[in-house]
Every structure is written in structure tokens, then in C-alpha cells.
């Protein structure tokens, strides 16, 4: 963020060093910024003969920043703010806020691709100061511009804010209940898989969904009365820059709805504004030196501008950021060369997601490829991996097509693993979970009534499908040994929660050999070709092999890489089916159902 902000020239300056017409410019801003205070009724004068305690006066400051226009302009902003640290009530209140989920925003854009809606975006504009009154009495000291325009006694500045205004770590919970509290008034219900998406169903039928990130909104909905009634009435509800279709930005993210009614996201403007750390040249040489205090705040500034882009849509660099993100501590010149050569792969790399229609005969399928990469880090901790996406019934039968990705992830796997099996398992089952949340999400944004207290009956009715390249997961569900001989005891129970919650809820477990599994590129270093394929062309499939040959003695064989056989499906046995099968011959005790099960 400290990089970003300094190549938009983003900071905070100050005003004795502005020159005259600055002064101007950033004058006018902050008229504009007492207006909508006035305006939304955000503060008041104290009541007469009212005394208010010193230790409760928070101070007010302005901040002011340039803005560039697209045009390459100069402007001024100016945002009033109190000093939220001295908040009497700081600490006491309820702060958490929620904000829209990656795999929700995906799952948004592909149901307006699938059901040909457009998709807008709305801005709200000064969201906080249109937010909840609060139910604490809080008091402040105003600016004078302020204290003026008020038109307050000389020498009165004592103030009463009667909304979360900018500063306080209330307003944005406050923001968020005064939205959720007017699309319920609209008719809207907020999804239980994520708080912050709203779904609009008119008679049964699906008509439209809302997605909030703060204060940038996604709508999209069908061309029925009840829905374009829904949108007039939000429209009005609160003050919006105007409404955007087509091509917009939405928290930095590029979007554009083509003809066809496909949707892009990329990030290549924002990219640009990310610079490198500049190392001096006398450090260059000095690899191994730790970096200084200044260098390590560079560091974190780059990281945090290259941890955004992974999360949004530089899947291809996802691995890189996350193993660099634990050096900070003990970070080197070296580190920062890492950092920057990081930031000269993603300028040289694919940067756009692609949201595509599915065949609307086939039926849709939830497919997750998991990957663990072990003890690859510096405290011997192993790497867990996963990548998310949505496709026709045909992919999965091995015939390449569109995958809209939905979501994706590295993270550091909690427990020490002694092997690879116990580092894939630790892995398979955290995407599980992930998965298991992405199918009832999936259900409710298209309308599906859920039941929370028989989510797994929801989550069956949309397919799913783990993958996974670890044979030797396989080889010990399906052998005649009992899970819990293995070496490793903490895995055998994990195993086996694995298979009973996938069972439960209808996953499918599939194997592929290594150059066919997504995730790899998700837990390791390098240049991951078959990532790149896919993310340039977003299409892929499942392949069939039940000799489960490893990726190198196919190509031995001179088979691709996503090459089927031809009879492939019909021998390809049923993971679970098989698991079990071999469970109850050699560990009945393990299959019986328990008393608490219903």
C-alpha cells in the first residue's frame, strides 16, 4: 500500500506547504466534505446548558489528499475525521464488519453470465455518513470550518456526532446494518454462505443479486417489473455516483461485460502503478545482509500491493507472495530482490479472469483441485494449495472446455508434516472444506431454499468433485489394511473424517497424475506452464486413467498431458464406493453407525 500510494501520489499532505491555488483546490474539497455532514445530519449542536466531560471530546482532523483524474488532473480530496483512539468507548462496541468474499464475487459474475443479466456497479457516495444513528452519546471538537458552518458561538466547538462518522471503528458495522436494513425493507435476503450478498426472489424464481464491498456494489438482475422496481427503489435510497455497465473499476479491479455477455476481470492498471524497492548499488552485492528498517517497510508496502493482485487475479503468483510473506521478520537484501523480481513476473505474466456461459444442457459441477507441496518451508512446515472452479458435466468426462475459476488459495498447513501423505491429506482437507462451502453458496445465490441445520442436503444437490494427483491416499482407503496401521496416527483419523464427511455430502474423489492438477502450481515455485495454459485460456478436463500412471511415463508413452483413454470411463472406479467396500470387509467396527448418528 505505501508504494501504491506514493506512485499515485496518494499521501497525506500538509497545508502549510501547499502553495496558493492548492490551497484553493483543497479548500473547495473540504466545503464539499461539510456539505454532506450537513447534509446527512451527521453532527449537532450540543442542547443548551449541556456540559460534556473533557475526557469524552474527541479531537477532529482533516485529511487531505491529491487525486488524479483519468484525464491526468489534478484534484483535491479533503476527508474530516475524529481521532477514533480516544473514543471513550473504544474497545466496548461491536466493530466487525463483514466484506464480500472472492468465491461470492465469481459466483455472482457467472450466474449474471449464465442468466444473460447485466451487470452494474454502484458507488456510494460519503457511504459512512449515510449509515445507522448511534445509540451512544459521543461527542467531538470540530475544525472551524466546521464550527462555522454550524454557525456555533465564538469560541463553542464542542459538537455531537450522531452517526458513525470516519474514524470511529463503528462506522463501517454501522454502514453495513443500515444496508442490510434497507434490501431486507426491500425485500431482499441476506444469504447465510456470506452476509454481504443479497438475493431478490420473486415467486419462486431467482430475479436478482446484490453484492456489497463496503461501499462499491454489484447489481445484476433479470428485465422484471419486479426487479427493475427493486433497483429504482435502491437507487433512491441512497446517494450514489452514477451507475456503471460495461466496463468499470470496482476496488481496483478492471471489469468489463462484453457483447456476448462474458465478463473480464484484470488488474493491469493497477499493476502499473506498483513499483519496485530500489536497492542501493552498494547493497546489491550484499545478499545475505539484513535489510534496515526503512527497506523492511518498503518490503511490506510492495507485499501488500503484490498480496492484493494474488487474491483477486494473479492466481499464477499466488505461491510466490505467500512463501515471501513469512520472511518479513528475517528479511535480507536478497528478500527484497525476491520481492521485486516477483513484481517483474506478474508484468510479464496472464492477468485476466474470464467468466464464460456453461452449456445450459449439461449440469454444473463444482471441481476442486488440491495440492501440497511438503516441508518447503524455512520453519518445516509444508504447503497447502487449492484451486476452485465451475464447469459443464463434459469436463469431467475428459472433454476440454470452459472452467470459470471461483476460487483459490496457498497457506501454510498447521501441522508439522513427517510425510507427504500427512502434508496432501492436511491439504485435501482444508480445500474439502472450502468446497463444501462453495456448493452451498452456489445453492443459495441461485434461489435454493437452505436449511442450516441440514446444510449437507443442500450442499448434495450441487455436484462436487475433489481432485487430487497423492496416490497414496487412494492406495490406503482402498487396501486391506486398516487406515489406523499407518505410521503416522494423526493421519488415519483424518483420513477417515475426510471419507465419512464426503460421503456425507455426495463429493466425488478423483485422481490425476501430476501435469493434470491445477493445484501444483499453487505450492510450489517456478514457472508452472500448465497454470499458465489454463489461466490464458480457461479451459481444462478431467482425465481418466485407471492404471494411475504418473504424468512422466505418460509422456514416456507419448499420451498429453490431458490425453484419456478411450475406455477410460467405464473402468474407472468409484473412490468412495471403493473405500468403503474395503472398509467394511476389514474394519467393520469403523462402518457401524454410532448412537448420536441420526
Known amino acids: 500500500f505505501v508504494v501504491t500510494a506514493l506512485k499515485k501520489k496518494r499521501v497525506e499532505v500538509s497545508w502549510k506547504n501547499l502553495s496558493a491555488q492548492e490551497k484553493e483546490l483543497l479548500a473547495k474539497a473540504k466545503g464539499k466534505g461539510i456539505k454532506e455532514f450537513l447534509k446527512e445530519n451527521v453532527v449537532a449542536r450540543l442542547l443548551e446548558g449541556e456540559n460534556v466531560p473533557k475526557e469524552q471530546i ?15 488532473e489534478k484534484r483535491g480530496k479533503a476527508r474530516l475525521v475524529v481521532l477514533g483512539f480516544e473514543d471513550p468507548y473504544l474497545g466496548t462496541e461491536d466493530t466487525c464488519s463483514p466484506t464480500l468474499q472472492k468465491r461470492s464475487k465469481q459466483m455472482l459474475l457467472q450466474i449474471c453470465v449464465q442468466n444473460g443479466w447485466i451487470l452494474q456497479k454502484g458507488d456510494v457516495t460519503a457511504a459512512f455518513l449515510q449509515g445507522k444513528e448511534m445509540t451512544q452519546c459521543k461527542y467531538a471538537l470540530a475544525p472551524p470550518e466546521l464550527a462555522e458552518a454550524m454557525n456555533l458561538p465564538k469560541g463553542e466547538r464542542v459538537i ?11 462506522a463501517p458495522v454501522e454502514w453495513f446494518k ?18 454481504c450478498v443479497w438475493r431478490f426472489v420473486d415467486q419462486g424464481i431467482l430475479r436478482g443479486l446484490v453484492g456489497a464491498h463496503v461501499d462499491d456494489f454489484l447489481i445484476t438482475g433479470d428485465n422484471s417489473e419486479s426487479w427493475q422496481e427493486f433497483t429504482k427503489v435502491l437507487h433512491s435510497a441512497f446517494r450514489w455516483t452514477p451507475w456503471e455497465q460495461g466496463t468499470f473499476k470496482q476496488c481496483g479491479v478492471k471489469i468489463t461485460q462484453h457483447e456476448d455477455g462474458s465478463i473480464t476481470q484484470s488488474q493491469d492498471e493497477y499493476l502499473a502503478t506498483v513499483g519496485e524497492i530500489e536497492i542501493a548499488t552498494e547493497r546489491r552485492n550484499q545478499t545475505s545482509s539484513p535489510v534496515t528498517e526503512s527497506e523492511r517497510t518498503m518490503l511490506r508496502g510492495l507485499l501488500g500491493a503484490l498480496q492484493w493482485l ?38 510479464q505474466g496472464q492477468s485476466t479472469l474470464y467468466t464464460r456461459q456453461l452449456p445450459k444442457a449439461e449440469t454444473h459441477h463444482l471441481v476442486a483441485w488440491s495440492d501440497a507441496s511438503w516441508a518447503n518451508r524455512r520453519d518445516g512446515k509444508s504447503t497447502g494449495g487449492y484451486l476452485f472452479g465451475l464447469c459443464g458435466e463434459s469436463v469431467l468426462d475428459g472433454n476440454r472446455g470452459h472452467v470459470t475459476v471461483i476460487s483459490w488459495g496457498t497457506n501454510k498447513l498447521k501441522r508439522v508434516a513427517k510425510s507427504s501423505m500427512s502434508a496432501e491429506l492436511q491439504a485435501l482437507s482444508v480445500a474439502e472444506d472450502e468446497l463444501h462451502l462453495c456448493r452451498w453458496a452456489w445453492a443459495e445465490f441461485n434461489g435454493q431454499e437452505v436449511c442450516l441445520k441440514q446444510v449437507d442436503e443442500t450442499v448434495r444437490s450441487v455436484p462436487g468433485t475433489m481432485i487430487i494427483d497423492a496416490k497414496s491416499i487412494f492406495d490406503t482407503l482402498t487396501s486391506k489394511n486398516q487406515p489406523l496401521q ?7 483419523p483424518e483420513l477417515l473424517a475426510y471419507l465419512k464427511n464426503t460421503t456425507a455430502n ?11 492438477n491445477l493445484a501444483d502450481g499453487l505450492t510450489k515455485l517456478g514457472n508452472h506452464p500448465m497454470l499458465r495454459e489454463f489461466l490464458e485460456t480457461s479451459t481444462w478436463s478431467l482425465v481418466y486413467d485407471p492404471a494411475q500412471q504418473a504424468g512422466k511415463k505418460r509422456q514416456a508413452k507419448g499420451l498429453d498431458k490431458l490425453e484419456n483413454n478411450k475406455d477410460a470411463k467405464d473402468q474407472q472406479d468409484d473412490f468412495g464406493k471403493l473405500a468403503w467396500s474395503q472398509l467394511e470387509k476389514h474394519w467393520p467396527e469403523f462402518c457401524q453407525p454410532s448412537d448420536t448418528e441420526e
Do not use: F
Request: one cysteine or more; aromatic letters at 4%.
Open 506 to 516: 455426495g463429493t466425488s474423489t478423483r485422481w490425476v497424475h501430476g501435469g493434470a
Open 178 to 195: 443500515k444496508v442490510n436494513e434497507v434490501l431486507n425493507k426491500l425485500g431482499a435476503e441476506q444469504c447465510a454462505s456470506d452476509p
Open 58 to 72: 474527541m479531537r477532529m482532523r482533516w485529511i487531505l489528499t491529491w487525486k488524479r483524474q483519468e484525464d491526468g
Open 310 to 347: 494474488v487474491t483477486q487475479t494473479r492466481i499464477d503468483c499466488t505461491v510466490d507472495v505467500n512463501l515471501l510473506q513469512s520472511c518479513v521478520a528475517t528479511a535480507t537484501v536478497e528478500t527484497l530482490q525476491v520481492a521485486n523480481k516477483i513484481l517483474r513476473k506478474m508484468r
Open 160 to 170: 455531537k456526532l450522531l452517526k458513525s462518522v470516519y474514524g470511529l471503528t463503528t
Open 486 to 492: 499407518l505410521a503416522e496416527k494423526r493421519t488415519a
